[in-house]
């Protein structure tokens, strides 16, 4: 199963940038923007069957806008 074609992203909620879905070592997803480095919580998940919802998670965080970024005053 191709996990990135199942999950549509919105540009980053900050600057427009691209925005990356990555999975991390095998235990996490998250959702980072190329561009200003603004980026989702990590989303962990501990079976197959919950890295589909974890990525899934990672996706719909992002698109409702909700990010941190590294810029300060965040």
Known sequence: MNIY??????ECPRCGGAALLEEENGWCW???CADCGAQTIQF?????????KAAQ??????????V??????E
Do not use: Q
């Open 44 to 52: 962990d998940y501990k079976t197959p069957e919950g890295r589909l």
């Open 5 to 10: 074609s199942l999950i549509d992203l919105i």
């Open 30 to 32: 998250y959702v980072v």
């Open 68 to 73: 941190v970024s590294p810029s300060p005053g």
């Open 57 to 66: 998670d990672a996706a719909r965080i992002w698109n409702m806008g909700k």
